[in-house]
């Protein structure tokens, strides 16, 4: 078997914000922290094994958490330092190889096929890196490594908290067929429903079928890339990109809301945070996405790729608007409301000019130096801004 064959690792940080907490407030190690919104209609962000332990889980609301956990130190989330946490994490993995895939703040693909001459196996490739990262960062991380990022990542899942785990070239197939036919990319609610149809629960159920009839019920593209999964085939290698592949915003409303007019002022806000977070790191989206959190708690999500990289608020809100039309809400009442840029250009790469060139990225960079210099609110969209208070009756003489 070739040295090297399982060159590709998957690096997954644990816990990450509640880690990044507990490295700035040792006394927190080793008790149940949950990360969350912590007004009436908080979710949680992350939690801490011993949080998970006791129940609780990313995405559930903060009040439901405070009652399976009673004991848990709950703190709001401070997403300035986990960016900067975020990189020193990645300029770990540059100093291992340049082939960094970033699929968020906390998690990364490496292509370690390079190292092969400095390292006597994949396993002592992972176990340097998360070293590196425990004494340069401070953070625990879990590493999978295997033939293919798919394995990759499920290894690292296994291996969690804080280990590793190597899938030997060989033995892919042993290890993923047992697997529900959920854990493969590409498999949702409906899919799984569909292939529950067919009486298939594991990927070796799934491997298992002609492809003609894989294809027939899900269509050619799904069907046959699900078959190629489970057979442990034809995944793509790691690609190189920037230290973050995605920046978002999300807001939970204190109370629902719903109606054009309330989404849309929503949007607008949500629009100059994003459109401010994309500038402070230098970089415009190439795709915008759109998420809504209806108040039973159903999510959808809808995307768009642009024609050219996007790092205004106003351009960013007439996406979200489009994106908001094709989401078909209507007057469903709505809990969360989330911006998310994607696809990310440095903004000093070159670009194509526009036709009419626009002076909002002028305007909004101005904007963005006045509210550094005297607060967020120091300028705000007039549409944005609280409603002009009555004047005072005159009083009675």
Do not use: N
């Not at 459109?275 to 959190?293: N, S």
């Amino acid at each position: 078997m070739e040295r090297f064959a399982e060159h590709i690792a998957h690096v997954d940080m644990d816990s990450f914000f509640v880690e990044v907490e507990r490295r700035r407030r040792p006394e927190l190690r080793g008790v149940p922290v949950v990360v969350a919104g912590l007004g009436g209609r908080g979710v949680v962000t992350s939690a801490s094994y011993e949080a998970r332990r006791a129940g609780v889980a990313a995405g559930m609301p903060t009040i439901h958490a405070r009652r399976l956990c009673r004991e848990a130190r709950f703190l709001a989330p401070d997403h300035r330092a986990y960016a900067a946490a975020s990189e020193e994490v990645f300029a770990v993995f540059a100093a291992f190889t340049p082939v960094v895939e970033a699929v968020s703040v906390d998690e990364a693909f490496l292509d370690i096929a390079g190292l092969r001459l400095a390292y006597p196996s994949p396993e002592a490739v992972g176990r340097a890196v998360r070293r590196g990262l425990m004494v340069q960062a401070g953070l625990p991380a879990s590493v999978g490594l295997a033939t293919s990022r798919l394995l990759a990542k499920l290894a690292s899942r296994a291996a969690k908290p804080d280990g590793l785990r190597l899938i030997s070239a060989g033995e892919e197939t042993a290890f993923l067929h047992p697997l529900g036919v959920g854990d493969l990319w590409g498999v949702g609610e409906a899919t799984r429903a569909r292939l529950e149809e067919l009486g298939v629960r594991t990927v070796g159920e799934l491997a298992a079928l002609p492809p003609g009839l894989l294809e027939r019920r899900l269509g050619p593209s799904l069907g046959a890339h699900l078959l190629r999964l489970a057979r442990a085939e034809g995944d793509r290698p790691v690609e190189a990109s920037g230290p973050s592949r995605t920046i978002s915003v999300e807001e939970t409303f204190a109370a629902d809301i719903a109606g054009r007019p309330a989404l849309e002022e929503e949007l607008l806000r949500l629009a100059d945070r994003l459109a401010g977070r994309l500038r402070a790191a230098g970089v415009a989206a190439r795709v915008l996405g759109l998420k809504v959190r209806f108040s039973d708690f159903t999510t959808i999500g809808r995307s768009r790729g642009l024609p050219d990289p996007v790092d205004t608020a106003q351009q960013v809100f007439r996406t979200a608007l489009d994106l908001l039309d094709r989401a078909g809400v209507g007057l469903r009442r709505v809990r969360l409301l989330g911006l998310s840029a994607e696809h990310l250009d440095p903004t000093a790469a070159p670009r194509q000019l526009a036709l009419e060139p626009s002076r909002w990225a002028e305007v909004e960079a101005a904007v963005g130096r006045a509210r550094e210099r005297f607060g967020r609110d120091a300028v705000r969209r007039a549409r944005l801004a609280p409603a002009p208070r009555p004047p005072e009756p005159p009083l009675a003489k």
